[in-house]
């Protein structure tokens, strides 16, 4: 590419309708010359060959991706990781602002993320190292979204819950159990306190587990534990399947009594999530398998905020994502963003519920709660529920004095001397 070429990959963002691009941050690394390779970087996720052999004509100043920011971060002799086949350095490792004309895919995103995580970006010439980290959508083209359907309001005003955060269980053990214990499981966990009890994100529809079944008996089970309660609860069913099996088995667990569905965007796909959603009339729930798989290497791959907002775009009411702790192998950081990405303003896009799990009990709710700052949050303990001495009524039980204990200024060790489910927590997982 020569540099008059160059040039037409880079652009003053004063000089766009930035109404027309999607902005785009980028981490890479390359060899050589950090414009040529941002302009190729620009060139193979957009027009790649820009005019016929022969004719006058340029597609860059409508339909070219352009560099609105580039810098340079600095040099080194390695890549930060290493490849089937190896380059030699010096490597320069930058930070690029791309605006990408929307009009190149469309309101679709499948073809969305063709263009911005596709062959055109991790397949540039001299650019091995690449990581998407964040997306900004102008509202010409979030209008064409509906996003979440209830949202964190229309979730709270289903519960009935204004006042703190929702409380989820993981009804546990996950797998092996039949539908009458899990319902019972269920059942339990309601009575102590939970909010919503959900199927496990690896329990689908087995013969050994059907959803016909498990979704008959835990409606019942919710039914009878709101009657007992004078509280409304939420059944959250798990349908992550094949995509043209989704409705059958939405129509299946709703009919049965659950008031809300799970599943998981990444497997089954954005577009499936969207595509749920307009035939939905209860909250969606989605899950994060396999989002490490292309998330975890700080300089490589997707940013977990970008399919954060990506799933609220395509109309999830509450993301369950990483969440804090060293189990889930997740920078503090990243979950933060991944928060901010369900809640920040997003044209008329409803709020998500942020959910941020992972080996969470009574005694980390405290902390959940200060790092994010506000009650609007999903606690979604397992183990911490179901696995407490005193069982699921017990856990959750622990899990609501918790609360009192943080809404009332009081350290959980002094205010469990009084609270049998809460100091029985403590001495078994603290």
Not at 45 to 69: C, L, M, N, Y
């Amino acid at each position: 590419m020569q540099q008059k070429d160059i040039e037409g990959f880079f652009a003053d963002s004063h000089a766009l309708d930035l109404e027309d691009y999607l902005l785009l941050d980028y981490y890479f690394e390359c060899q050589g010359d950090p414009r040529l390779a941002a302009a190729h970087f620009c060139s193979e996720q957009s027009t790649a060959q820009w005019q016929r052999i022969g004719v006058e004509e340029d597609f860059r100043p409508r339909f070219g991706a352009k560099v609105i920011d580039l810098q340079v971060l600095g040099q080194q002799q390695h890549l930060s990781y290493a490849l089937h086949t190896p380059l030699a350095g010096p490597f320069q490792s930058c930070q690029v602002k791309i605006a990408h004309p929307h009009a190149n895919f469309g309101p679709k995103l499948p073809n969305l993320l063709s263009a911005v995580c596709g062959e055109g970006v991790f397949f540039t010439p001299g650019i091995p190292v690449v990581k998407l980290l964040d997306i900004q959508f102008p509202e010409t083209y979030l209008a064409a979204f509906e996003g979440p359907k209830f949202g964190i309001q229309g979730l709270r005003e289903r519960l009935d819950v204004y006042d703190r955060p929702i409380f989820f269980g993981v009804i546990k053990p996950n797998i092996g159990l039949g539908p009458e214990p899990f319902a019972q499981a269920g059942y339990a966990g309601w009575l102590g306190g939970l909010d919503i009890a959900k199927d496990d994100e690896m329990l689908a529809d087995v013969s050994w587990s059907t959803l016909e079944e498990r979704s008959r008996l835990l409606g019942q089970a919710r039914r009878q534990a709101e009657a007992k309660t004078g509280r409304r609860k939420i059944y959250l069913a798990y349908i992550t399947d094949e995509v043209d099996r989704l409705l059958e088995l939405h129509d299946i667990a709703v009919a049965n009594g659950a008031n809300a569905l799970m599943v998981n965007a990444m497997t089954t796909g954005l577009s499936a999530v969207r595509w749920l959603r307009k035939h939905t009339r209860v909250p969606l729930v989605g899950h994060f398998p396999m989002i490490a798989a292309f998330s975890r290497l700080p300089h490589y791959g997707l940013h977990a905020q970008v399919m954060t907002t990506l799933q609220r775009l395509a109309g999830l009411d509450v993301i369950i994502m990483p969440g804090f702790g060293q189990r889930m192998m997740t920078p503090e950081t990243e979950v933060l963003d991944c928060v901010t990405a369900c809640t920040r303003a997003l044209g008329a896009i409803k709020p998500s519920l942020p959910a941020p799990g992972g080996s969470d009990w009574a005694g980390t709710l405290g902390d959940v709660y200060a790092k994010v700052g506000s009650i609007d949050f999903g606690f979604v303990p397992g183990r911490g529920v179901f696995s407490h001495p005193l069982g699921p009524a017990g856990g959750a039980a622990s899990i609501c004095q918790a609360w009192e204990a943080i809404a009332q200024g009081i350290p959980l060790a002094e205010y469990a001397q009084t609270r049998l489910e809460l100091r029985r927590a403590i001495e078994a997982f603290a």
